[in-house]
């Protein structure tokens, strides 16, 4: 099994969508969790870290389910500004990085 | 705002050849590390190195891989050898190392291309 496995994708979504991606991980180790984002040909950045009671930044919300080793980020009211590959991230020993789900927002 | 920055941002070289690419993390940051990510593919951990020394390496970091950080500033992948599928975007990348894990800096990347 994969260390972090995320849907596939790619999500093409009309503008105002809302849109959920779901990561799962297998080191029930892990400590601490992340959503980053990584534009085309540019370095992941960090969108967000994701707590055990869930939290929300804006538009952005994520939630970690420890005992189902699951984690989820949701966008809402999506932007044309918001395509780009979003990377769910573990810390166990290690930043860990899942394989990405692309996401276009379209007009 | 501080941020990791990585020389050369492009470099092209002959297969066999060795490359070095360069990396100043930001200054107060304790952990170091080099992720690679092949077009198209997923960022893939190489190597972490704490406290002058290597903490964790992945199966690609191979001896044909080594790391240092020669002057306190300046962090290292050297990559000896090289063969075609080296070419990839290598991402330089720093954290505080204080506490739980806090966010991975990531500088712009060195995109090599083995011909």
């Known amino acids: 099994r994969k260390e972090v496995e995320q849907d596939p994708g790619p999500f093409n979504v009309p503008e105002g969508a809302t849109v959920a991606f779901n990561c799962t991980y297998s080191?029930?180790?892990?400590?601490?969790f992340f959503w980053y984002r990584q534009d085309c040909r540019k370095e992941p950045k960090l969108l967000m870290s994701?707590?055990?009671s869930g939290n929300e930044d804006g538009r952005f919300t994520a939630q970690l389910n420890r005992a189902s080793q699951y984690i989820s980020l949701l966008i809402r009211d999506s932007k044309l500004s918001d395509s780009a590959t979003y990377l769910c991230?573990?810390?166990?020993?290690?930043?860990?990085f899942g394989p990405g789900t692309r996401l276009s927002v379209l007009p | 705002e501080p941020e990791v920055t990585q020389t050369p941002s492009h470099q092209v070289t002959q297969m066999g050849q060795e490359v070095i690419l360069r990396c100043v993390p930001i200054?107060?940051?304790?952990?170091f590390y080099w992720y690679r990510q092949i077009l198209g593919q997923k960022v893939e951990f190489l190597v972490s190195?704490?406290?002058?020394?290597?903490?964790?390496k992945s199966e690609i970091f191979d001896d044909q891989f080594s790391v240092e950080r020669p002057d306190g500033s300046n962090f290292t992948l050297k990559i000896r050898s090289t063969k075609l599928e080296d070419s990839a975007m290598y991402f330089c990348?720093?954290?505080?190392?204080?506490?739980?894990?806090?966010?991975?800096?990531f500088g712009e990347g060195s995109r090599l291309t083995v011909l």
């Open positions: 991230v573990v810390y166990g020993q290690n930043f860990v």
């Open positions: 080191n029930s180790a892990s400590q601490s």
């Open positions: 994701v707590y055990s």
């Open positions: 200054s107060n940051h304790l952990y």
């Open positions: 190195f704490y406290n002058n020394e290597i903490s964790e």
């Open positions: 990348a720093s954290n505080p190392g204080q506490g739980e894990a806090g966010e991975l800096f």
